[in-house]
């Protein structure tokens, strides 16, 4: 199933465009707490007008994309184990250990908004669900939306009281967290990471029962042959794209209207819904592709390098932002979105460039030929 390889490279570098305003704002991961990196609001400057669609297009969806593919993957490797008649979980509880662990080491020594953490954990109880039955894993299903539809009306009634309360907070990331990455050694970033890591691992906590949605509406989508390149995949595909979009872009554009007051709601309420509606319109497309061209060769060889390139794009975003490396997110913070915006598009290239030629020479990306190593030994 090729599409699913150019879904992948889609995803990973769509979570780019949203991660990409955190390495680049003041405090970097630090802001993420006080809201001044996630949040934006839109302003009638042709700047202004640039940042906020390319970061509304962004946010939110390709993290709940890349969330259904991971379920997609997970379908796949249960249909591999009972095809060959092995036990479930069996060696998947190693491949979701091996994710737990990466992603541990990515959070502490490069971004500490990684996904990968909460993804292993999600995978092992979702897993294990598929061993269920079928009427079972929709019950599941269900009950998982119904928690998070609770959670975010929850999360956003806060959030209104709040501000009804005490007016809008402002604040945005102090001095010394703006000083720590603009200034700050490696090992002190390390630190604050440690040193705060039950706040900057508090997102998937809050999402977890989103997580095991999407995970499951991976499996179901895959099961139905929304991949598939045959009449009926192509069938699901419009379907996604015309009650995706239909549904979720005017949501979401409303809870942006909203304002800080209703981003939880946005990001991961309106936002999975358009998520759907990307991976329908991108299928429609890749159907009307004859030939593939290199923009296709790329998205497939970082969607097949998927695991390597997430990490390497934050480890270039690290380097070029803070202060250990070039310290552009201080030195170019005058100078709008534009730059931030060419940092993408450059790491973008290099991620292209770099899978196309890694491929030509393995089979696998760095790390995916690490994890297969350690899973057959």
């Not at 993290?63 to 991971?70: A, K, V, Y």
Request: charged fraction near 15%; aromatic fraction near 12%.
């Amino acid at each position: 199933m090729p599409l699913l390889d150019v879904l992948r490279g889609v995803a990973i570098l769509g979570t780019l465009m949203t991660n990409v305003w955190l390495f680049a704002a003041p405090g970097a991961e630090a802001g993420v707490l006080k809201g001044s990196a996630a949040m934006w609001t839109f302003d009638a400057s042709w700047s202004g007008v640039a940042e906020g669609t390319f970061r509304f297009l962004a946010d939110g969806k390709f993290l709940s994309m890349l969330t259904i593919l991971f379920g997609v993957g997970l379908a796949i490797q249960f249909q591999s184990a009972a095809k060959r008649g092995r036990t479930w979980p069996g060696r998947y509880k190693w491949r979701a250990l091996f994710l737990f662990v990466e992603g541990t080491v990515h959070f502490v020594f490069v971004f500490a908004w990684d996904v990968l953490m909460g993804y292993a954990v999600v995978a092992l109880l979702v897993a294990w669900q598929l061993t269920r039955t079928a009427r079972t894993q929709r019950v599941l299903m269900g009950a998982a939306a119904a928690v998070h539809v609770a959670v975010l009306a929850l999360l956003t009634a806060a959030a209104l009281g709040s501000a009804s309360g005490q007016g809008s907070s402002g604040g945005g990331a102090g001095a010394e967290a703006v000083a720590l990455y603009a200034e700050g050694s490696y090992p002190e970033q390390i630190a604050f990471r440690l040193h705060n890591a039950i706040g900057l691992r508090i997102e998937p906590v809050i999402s977890f029962a989103l997580l095991v949605f999407l995970f499951h509406l991976g499996v179901r989508l895959f099961r139905a042959g929304a991949f598939a390149p045959d009449a009926n995949g192509r069938r699901i595909r419009r379907r996604m794209c015309v009650w995706g979009l239909g549904l979720g872009l005017p949501l979401n554009a409303l809870t942006a209207a909203g304002g800080s007051d209703f981003y939880m709601l946005g990001r991961y309420g309106a936002a999975p819904v358009v998520a759907i509606g990307y991976m329908g319109l991108i299928g429609l497309i890749v159907d009307r592709v004859r030939r593939p061209g290199p923009l296709t060769a790329g998205l497939s060889a970082v969607g097949r390098t998927a695991l390597s390139c997430y990490v390497f794009q934050n480890v270039l975003c690290m380097l070029a932002c803070y202060g250990i490396g070039l310290g552009l997110a201080a030195r170019w913070a005058d100078h709008g979105p534009w730059w931030v915006m060419g940092l993408w598009a450059v790491v973008c290239v290099v991620l292209f460039t770099g899978a196309r030629l890694w491929l030509r020479h393995f089979e696998h990306g760095p790390l995916e030929t690490v994890q297969k190593r350690l899973l057959r030994a």
